[in-house]
């Protein structure tokens, strides 16, 4: 059917459009859009009218254009495959390869299985469309000659493999040498692949070099490769490229490497800090240049007897370690004239300079943990460093330390993971061609240096039917169809390298594997954290791999086994056995050669269809392994799915849980309605639910998504606050796409003149940016948010009305679903899932454990310890908020307000500790004549004096207001207050405490300021006042204009020497009207408090602050947003949408399908 496809930024500028593709009628709207955008050619193809005839130029000549029906690209690449393979011998009749063709189409098209981007991008272009290029570097074995071929047009030979490992030599310059190195890894970004090297044959730090001197080590050229890597984008436009680092953990360099990602870390939050306070202490000192003389001219002052605020500037500058050199800068640059200096600022965001500057933020960084290391540190033992050419011993440490600093790198930056590299040698299936070194960047495909793998997912959920049955047959026949597509792909392939066609070739390693292991198991009301769960995905996965190897085997038959098969046969038949005992789930006496006996499927807790027929695929794969041999060496791996998940349509990822109950599905155009997760009503019914306690636990979890019978907040309360039937319209049209239904409740959803006219909204309140409208027509929070759940739901089943406790478990996530929800999947559930597929797959699974932010340094380390002796090859942690460049997480949100007064006591008390106590009992006197300035101003049409008074070295000592025309009460107010700030500044409270605690407090009269060249706007006439002392005394320049990026707040300032004082008692100077004293209570440090008053019933009110952390609202509340919806709280590097969530080692956006991994 005809569809359209668009990609927006959030402010609503188009990304990316298409009009008019056809596409099949289930496909999601995301899915469309990953395919229109990412995967369909754009340019080359020959256009067709709607007849299908050619379209022909003027020129006589086919007109070129992009795709732009999905059934153009199922044909290029199910034709390319059937090409290859009829004329290879893949199939017998030509009524096989008809049948494979169709079959393949069909199933591209009901979205039952996927092929790595690579396929997407490169496969069946010079098959479908002629389409030629100029080589490219590659290299390809001709099947007809078995010699090596360097490629001559880019497209004959696509590149269809996603993860490739390569090997790189202790050379400079040589081929197969560090530089060359990358030349290699950049071809493989450019068409959409990539790559992991294990970089342990590297001189490590001062190792001598055989023409004598030493060594710059491996890290030197590590940075190299990264700062290469992240300017390449892999598959040529969409995506970033895809790297792994690895190293063996004897390296001399190892510790450096460990902490390579920390240090690098520190230093883009050096650099954040540090340029911020240099650019203000850096301006403070060129303006303090600049004074006053007698005579009222401006004039150029750097001696600083002569001039007390340069001193002041200078000390402060230098309190904050600005470099010398830049600061007496200053003074050459005031004497050229010049009054501001820009000093470019930096920010954690993860595209941002910053992260750009450093190294190390291009890869996926792991350690190679033999074994031996894990005897050493169970008895406290020494672990030794090894030169990498005399293999001499570089260093002794404890293997308790250098364990350490692995646990200490993870739980900060989320690096290194780790590879167990003794597990992953016992089941390599060709030990005689050497030994596995590294993996790909998702940790997915290990095996030799230079060898590629393409990969394939089946998406489980198709092969399942509504309840919960697996059709056997139909998933069998799928894996030996999918198969031979990765058969054929090696064969048609091309390689960056002649070692890679090479040895590709010899070996013909595959990658096929699975999705919606998650999604599967909740329908069938199964907890991912459970013995059945376990049970079913160990033996899933062994009917996978075991159907595999029987069809390689079968192909071996017709086609021979792997070149290298001869030498390794009894190697790799050792390894078969091994996978077959764990579908029996033998003893581990029986195991042949393993260290750690693997966890095989337990009988009692899997369906007796299941068992049978895993048992049954292996026994196949053995009998006809031990008869023929094996056409390929390795055949699965579980790899994260990212983008090809999203264009399935898939819920869950590769083995991976789900992680959120509630989705936010695309709508064309742009947009999100939001859905229940399809699994819960499922999972419901299997459990024996009624069709009206679905509906009820739906309701609670994602909302009616109307307010027509809401509690409080409903259309007859909302009718009595002045809404007609045409603002009830507008307001309910909303709410299906709204989070919380106060995002429905703005001037822009009801409109202005509605707004004002119907609800008696001022202008000030409906352009305020954190207005609540809700709030102002009179709703209570406990009200909202009593509605807010009625309508848009509480985003989990935890409290859900009918749900059975013990149904609870079968629902949980990867993280914490809504803001109510606490339950989520442990770290060892991640990792016993993880160890029961192992056994099962010829390579890797793909997949990062998500820890809480609290979790412990000591937990990283079991979690780790937990891997290894569970037989996993490899695992990646990530603990919430470990990234600098992360959001703070929903569990610390950072719109948290402190509003009650006992934590508003609790705040003032601590910043009274900050105030020197010398001063607590002593009075710095004013002199009798006094200078000052006087200030006119108008805020929000409010007439304003501000006069002050100064001490003689330029400080401000106190403050009068005069607001003559605003009636009695509110003069003697402003007076008394004038008098409190005065008596506090003289009694030595620092100016900068005052301005921390009254800027940004927000009551009426505010808005434009008028008559103030550097004031343009203010949120009350109390944060005017101190805005201007701040900018006039303290040089807060940043206060000067309201903007939402500058508002963060400045540190205390002291004088470099304590100013006199007397002995006074403490009495106040009248300014005008009584005395009258108020409770004050200052915010914290760096917080932006906003007043509210709170009435105890005494006759005194008591002033209580809201305090938010100084953070982009905009920007905060899009995160928290996020985050609540499951969510990572990141914004895509693509699309800027806050939809990316974690995939294996990843992140994939929801929006618009980037990935950081190959798949």
Known sequence: ????????????????????????EPWSQLAIDILAQKYFRKAGVPQRDEQGNPIIGADGKPQLGGEWDSRQVFERLAGC???????????????????????????????????????????????????????????????????????????????????????????????????????????????????????????GDAEPLSGGGRSSGLMSFLRIGDRAAGAIKSGGTTRRAAKMVCLDLDHPDIEEFINWKVVEEQKVAAMVTGSKICAQRLNAVLKACHVVDGAGQMKIETNVKENPILKEALAAARRDMVPESYVYRMFSYAQ????????????????????????????????????????????????????????????????RDLWDQIAWAAWICADPGTQYDTTINEWHTCPEDGRINASNPCSEYMFLDDTACNLASLNLGQFFTTEGQLELENFRHAVRLWTVVLEISVLMASFPSRAIAEKSYQFRTLGLGYANMGTVLMRQGIAYDSLKALAICGALTAIMTGES?????????????????????EAMLRVIRNHRRAAYNAAPEEYEQLTIPPI?????????????????????????????????????????????????????????????????????????????????PAALRTLEYTEAQIQDIVHYCAGRQTLQTAPFINHETLRQKGFDDAALARMESGLAQAFEIQFVFNKYALGEDFSREKLGLTDLQLNESNFNML??????????????????????VEGAPHLKPEHLPIFDCANRCGRIGQRYIAVDAHIRMMAVAQPFISGAISKTINMPAHATLDEVKSSYLLAWKSMVKAVALYRDGSKLSQPLSASTDSGKTIDSTSEVLAMAEKITERVLVRYLAKRRSLPGRRNGYTQKAVVGGHKLYLRTGEYEDGTCGEIFLDMHKEGAAFRSLMNCFAIAISLGLQHGVPLEEFVEAFVFTRFEPNGPVKLNDRIKMSTSIIDYIFRELAVTYLDRYDLAQVKEEDLRM????????????????????????????????????????????????????????????????????????????????DPCSQCKQFTMVRNGTCLKCETCGETSGCS
């Not at 540190?377 to 030794?384: F, P, S």
């Not at 190897?549 to 046969?569: C, V």
């Open 1 to 24: 059917m005809k569809r359209s496809s668009e990609i927006r930024n959030p402010d609503g500028s188009t990304v990316f459009k298409l009009d008019n593709i056809n596409i099949p």
């Open 81 to 203: 495959w059937t090409s290859w393979g009829k004329n290879f011998g893949y199939f017998k009749t030509p009524e096989d390869s008809d049948a494979f063709h169709g079959e393949l189409c069909y199933m591209l098209a009901h979205q039952m299985v996927a092929p790595n981007s690579p396929q997407w991008f490169n496969t069946g272009l010079h098959y479908a469309y002629g389409l030629s290029g100029p080589a490219q570097g590659h290299y390809y074995v001709d099947p007809k000659t078995c010699e090596v071929v360097k490629a001559t047009n880019a497209f004959e030979h696509p590149q269809p493999h996603a993860c490739f490992i390569q090997s790189v030599d202790d050379d400079l310059v040589g081929e197969g040498g560090i530089m060359d190195l990358w030349v290699r890894e950049a071809r493989l970004f450019k068409y959409g692949s990539g790559t992991g090297t294990n970089f342990s044959k590297l001189r």
């Open 336 to 399: 050229q004239g010049f009054t501001h200096f820009t000093f470019h600022e930096y920010d954690t965001n993860w595209d941002g300079k910053a992260y750009q500057t450093v190294s190390g933020q291009n890869s996926n960084n792991s350690v190679r943990i033999p074994n031996e290391f894990f005897a050493a540190l169970e008895v406290d033992g020494d672990w030794q460093l090894k030169r990498r050419i005399d293999g001499k011993v570089s260093k002794t440490l404890k293997a």
């Open 549 to 569: 190897y029987a069809t390689s085997a079968e192909m071996a038959a017709e086609l021979s086994p792997f070149p290298n098969y001869a030498k390794n046969r």
């Open 600 to 680: 095989g499927i337990q009988p009692e807790h899997c369906p007796p269809e299941l068992l049978v027929a895993a048992r049954r695929a292996w026994d196949r794969a053995l009998e006809l392994g031990t008869a023929y041999g094996y056409r390929n060496a390795q055949v699965t791996v579980i790899a994260p799915t990212g983008t090809i998940g999203l264009v399935m349509d898939c819920d869950t990822t590769g083995i991976e849980p789900d992680f959120a109950l509630v989705k936010f599905k695309k709508l064309a155009g742009g947009g999100y309605f939001k859905i229940i997760n399809q699994s819960i």
């Open 775 to 796: 709030k102002a027509l009179g709703f209570t929070q406990e009200e909202v948010a009593a509605a807010n759940d009625y309508c848009c739901g509480t985003m989990t």
């Open 1050 to 1129: 400045d540190s205390v300032k002291k004088d470099e020497q304590d100013p006199e004082c007397v002995d006074e008692e403490a009495t106040p100077e009248t300014l005008a009207g009584t005395s009258i004293s108020t409770d004050i209570f200052p915010a914290r440090r760096g917080a932006a408090p906003r007043h509210k008053s709170t009435d105890h019933g005494n006759g005194h009110a008591s002033v209580t602050h809201t305090v938010e952390l100084k953070r982009e609202t905009v920007t905060m509340t899009a995160i928290q947003v996020a985050r609540q919806k499951g969510y990572e709280g």
